[in-house]
């Protein structure tokens, strides 16, 4: 693959170029000229648009597709697709399809599934078999064909010594351990979050304590086996709290957040509109202003568009019955940028990677094109005809964002909406 970028502003701090406007030859897949101005000569494709941006590829440490079976939510091409339309060269996928990822063969085929793509799918394993949380799954067989973690996805580990055996047993081929931050005896039937709006609407209440009684856990585990362990889409104020004292203590701890747990508090329950059904659920804006915080600060490691397709047999019934899960990959760059600036929401889009094992590239030459392209100052109101997803389960529906992606180039190919 041969292109010529033009006039692009970059935007990655570990590049001599950044925050220069620049042409960007890339040939055979990699970055091999990067000036002021650079002569088309071999006639190669071009690739202009209106205030164009490119960053390294972004990252997403936590999506779903549903394949296989749950194809009518999403399949991994069409889900790759929309990765790619939404700037994200690389991202981790979840095991909750159906039947759940926990086996060489299973890792195996989906990554078969994603051969070829220019978004590269990392898939996660689950760290018990069947993610019923009663035996571990076979750790050690899915690192060998491909695994970069093991998650449960949002199904807690009941047993603390079932925990501390995986976080013992992973430590011994250095493998990551996630555990989903919810005690689930706490949390009970609650759908949304305990607190006044709850009250008023008459939804059951899933506390903030569920969540950090669960994290504190975690931590005891974590620091008793010295193991390394990931906390996905932590959602309290008293968990950035937790994580921030484990982190000064040392401990191989990191931890994500949702973007629309930034964004959105439980008070936009009173449509009842199921998009809003997330697990964990939406919380206050006292929360909120933590996990903006902790993102700065850098308690909290990475942020992900937790993103999860359901189809609207599960999504349009009452409130209580519906699935968890909202969409977030088309959303994500323009939701991020109401919140932080530009530079701010692209270091937050590139960060994580390492952690899973995955090796992180800068905008220079020699290097591959790994390479996200964008524009940062378009406003608009996210509707359906942004959705490229098979399941339109967004809660970001009507909401105004900033900016637009146009695409990516990764992987020796150049995908463009």
């Known amino acids: 693959m041969n292109a010529l970028i033009k006039s692009a502003t970059i935007v990655d701090s570990k590049s001599d170029f950044h925050n220069e406007t620049v042409d960007i ?34 990252f997403d440490s936590s999506v779903s597709f549903g394949e296989p079976g749950y194809e009518e939510r999403e399949i991994i091409s069409n889900g790759l697709k929309t990765a790619a339309n939404s700037g994200f060269t690389s991202v981790v996928l979840n095991a909750n399809s159906n039947p759940v990822i926990d086996s060489y063969a299973d890792i195996t085929f989906v990554k078969s599934k994603a051969s070829g793509s220019a978004v590269s799918l990392y898939p996660i394993g689950a760290l018990t078999q069947g993610s019923k949380s009663e035996d571990l799954a076979e750790l050690f067989d899915m690192t060998n064909a491909g695994a970069v973690a093991f998650y449960d996805y ?38 949304v979050n305990e607190h006044i709006n709850s009250t008023k609407l008459g939804l059951k209440g899933n ?14 585990l974590l620091e008793y086996t010295e193991g390394k362990l990931h906390i996905p889409t932590i959602s309290t104020a008293k968990s950035v709290e937790l994580i921030r004292a484990a982190k000064a203590k040392k401990l191989n701890i990191t931890c994500s957040v949702a973007i629309h747990n930034l964004v959105f508090t439980d008070d936009v329950l009173h449509s009842f509109d199921t998009n809003y059904k997330v697990l964990p659920p939406l919380r ?6 933590a996990l903006i915080e902790g993102l700065k600060d850098g308690t909290i490691d990475m942020v992900t568009t937790d993103h999860n397709p359901i189809d609207i047999e599960d999504k349009k019934i009452e409130f209580d019955f519906a699935k ?18 530009t530079k701010k929401t692209i270091s937050l889009l590139t960060q994580g990677k390492s ?37 339109k389960n967004s809660m970001f529906l009507g909401t105004k964002l900033k900016g637009e992606t146009y695409g990516i ?7 463009l909406k």
Not at 171 to 188: A, H, W
Not at 284 to 289: A, H, L, N, V
């Open 154 to 191: 949002q199904k807690p580990i009941c047993n603390p010594n079932l925990m501390k055996i995986a976080l013992q047993y992973a430590s011994n081929f250095d493998g990551l351990v996630c555990s989903f931050p919810q005690e689930s005896k706490i949390s009970g039937l609650g759908v």
């Open 25 to 58: 030859l890339i040939e055979k897949g990699r970055i091999s000229k990067i000036s002021k101005q650079i002569t088309n000569s071999n006639n190669y494709k071009e690739i202009t648009r209106d205030n164009l941006h490119v960053s390294q590829g972004w």
């Open 324 to 341: 968890y899960g909202t969409i977030g990959l088309e959303s994500a760059f323009g939701a991020l940028q109401t919140i932080f600036t």
């Open 409 to 415: 180039i990764a992987n020796n190919k150049i995908v």
């Open 207 to 220: 506390p903030a304590l569920a969540e950090e009684l669960q994290v504190t856990r975690d931590l005891f």
């Open 284 to 289: 206050t804006q006292t929360d909120c202003d």
């Open 355 to 391: 952690r899973f094992g995955i090796s992180e590239s800068s905008i220079k030459e020699g290097e591959l094109a790994d390479l996200a392209l964008f524009n940062p100052d378009t406003n608009y109101e996210f509707s359906l005809q942004n959705i490229s997803s098979r399941s």
